[in-house]
């Protein structure tokens, strides 16, 4: 489906600028400020964007929560359990303002966008100053100001969907970028709620995307990682866009040295695809490519697009022209009407991919999905046995997999020291699997080549070459 996108335009860009400048102009504003995170890594980069606004207002960041004059709760709604966990952790620090009454606290993200939460928030939460949904991320300056200058909470939730260009960013690391290629999605998954909360799918303008990538790849980033709930419909929302396979052949040629995305939708993996994976040694050889069920009838319900057989085709293509690939997925359990057969379905397709990591869930009902509205909701603690089962086959199986790196080499991207010993590094392998390495603080942000010598608790251990 074609539609324009919608642009903010460079007018209201420049107007937000001068709300930013108007608030580091003000004598009472906060000075420090926290981001508490939920949720997906597109939350995690438009908090990196969120922080950047922040420091254009003359903040500065506070590591430390409690101590922070500007706290902001960017919120994820895809399960209930993410929902709760924020609205609580939002309930407390209200306790904490009581010691630190300048403290101003904001929510915003998915979980605003919901129908009917705005109204909840000025009923029930009234001592949350700013509330406000993805949509009016670039607003914040001007949302800010009016809430200092008035003194009164402000809620601001609009359905829009907008692409906001050339905001700020401060990133978390300096050696690994995030970079969103589409906003939206289109797909209504019938479980899911991204769509209702995000948006319509709207893809970047290509030009943007490459001068981005061109950015980092000058200041010295080693991995980009390409974001969209779809990438594999990128471009379809534009007149005139190459497709997925297009554009990152376009990215490959900036020889950035190390190449990811997320997520793939199966139904639409192109052969084209695999061939520029296939032929690129910036674009990592590793597939994270949620399957949801291994049941046709729980599949066709959940309105995937897919059969379990055109899956495991996907896969078998995938491995074929990448040999050694490194597979991930997400899987949902106890889907409403999923019966014991059907779940053992999902067990065998566990069993006969074998990942080398996978994420799961049991289904959690959200208001507004075809999904919550379906008869058969299944019981709590057959969601919970469930998922136990599975993540027990799924760590039985994990150690075999990950033995076909043993004495191979890889390079890793080394992210930090090691959660068991200061003398040892960590970071991720070309195959997106976790490899631990002696080494120190000199190996962080950098990408050192190695052997692995050993596995130990799912991860694996490396000899520096
Ligand atoms: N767009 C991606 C895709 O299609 O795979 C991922 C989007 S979603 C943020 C990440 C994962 O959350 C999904 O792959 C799915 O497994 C899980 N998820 C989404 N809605 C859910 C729900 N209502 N209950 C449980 N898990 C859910
Ligand atoms: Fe949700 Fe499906 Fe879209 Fe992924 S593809 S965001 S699961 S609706």
Redesign the pocket.
């Known amino acids: 489906m074609m539609r324009e996108n919608c642009l903010v335009t460079a007018e209201e860009m420049k107007r937000q600028r001068l709300f930013a400048d108007k608030v580091r102009e003000m004598r009472d504003r906060p000075r420090s400020y926290h981001v508490v995170t939920y ?2 890594q597109m939350n995690a980069h438009d908090s990196e964007k969120i922080a950047g606004m922040l420091e254009e207002m003359g903040m500065t960041l506070s590591p430390d929560r409690e101590q922070a004059d500007f706290v902001i709760f960017n919120t994820c709604c ?2 209930e359990n993410a929902e709760r966990r924020a609205l609580g952790n939002v309930t407390w620090l209200k306790e904490v303002r009581k010691t630190r009454p300048g403290m101003v606290i904001a929510v915003c993200g998915c979980m605003i966008q919901q129908p009917g939460m705005a109204e909840k928030i000025l009923k029930q939460y009234k001592f949350i100053d700013l509330a406000f949904g993805t949509a009016n991320l670039h607003r914040l300056p001007e949302m800010l100001y009016q809430q200092l200058n008035s003194g009164r909470n402000l809620v601001a939730v609009e359905t829009e969907d907008f692409i906001a260009e050339g905001l700020p960013v401060r990133r978390l690391r300096q050696d690994a970028a995030y970079i969103t290629i589409m906003y939206g ?1 289109d ?1 209504f ?1 019938s ?4 769509p209702y909360v995000r948006g319509r799918e709207r893809s970047r303008d290509p030009k943007q995307i490459l001068a981005e990538a061109r950015e980092l790849r000058d200041s010295g980033v080693q991995e980009i990682m390409l974001l969209g ?2 990438v594999n419909s990128y471009g379809r929302s534009l007149a005139s866009a190459p497709t997925f396979a297009g554009l990152l052949r376009e990215i490959d040629a900036l020889e950035i040295p190390r190449i990811r995305f997320m ?1 793939s ?1 199966p139904k639409d993996l192109s052969d084209e695809l695999i061939e520029v994976m296939a032929g690129s040694r910036h674009i990592l050889p590793q597939f994270h490519l ?1 399957v ?1 069920s291994g049941s046709n009838e729980i599949l066709k319900r959940m309105n995937r697009h897919y059969t379990r057989e055109q899956y495991l085709e996907r896969v078998e293509k995938l491995r074929q022209a990448i040999p050694g690939i490194g597979l991930s997925t ?3 359990v106890a889907f409403p009407g999923e019966t014991e057969a059907q779940f053992q379905e999902t067990l065998s397709l566990v069993q006969e991919v074998k990942y080398d990591s996978a ?1 799961f ?6 208001t507004g ?1 075809r ?1 919550a509205e379906m008869p058969e909701q299944i019981p709590e603690e057959v969601g919970t046995d469930r998922i136990k089962r599975l993540i027990a086959l799924q760590e039985s199986l994990q150690q075999e997999t990950q033995r076909r790196f043993l004495h191979t080499q890889e390079e890793v991207l080394v992210e930090g020291f090691s959660r068991r010993s200061n003398q040892a590094v960590s970071g991720k392998g070309r195959h997106g699997v976790s490899v631990t390495l002696p080494g120190g603080a000199e190996e962080i942000g950098k990408i050192v080549p190695c052997r692995i010598v050993g596995l130990k608790h799912n991860t694996l251990m490396g000899e520096r070459i």
């Open positions: 949720g997906c895809v399960r999605c797909n998954c479980y899911c709620v991204v709930q779809n997520t939708h949620p949801q997400d899987l949902i994420f869930f049991v289904y959690s009902p959200r999905t999904a």
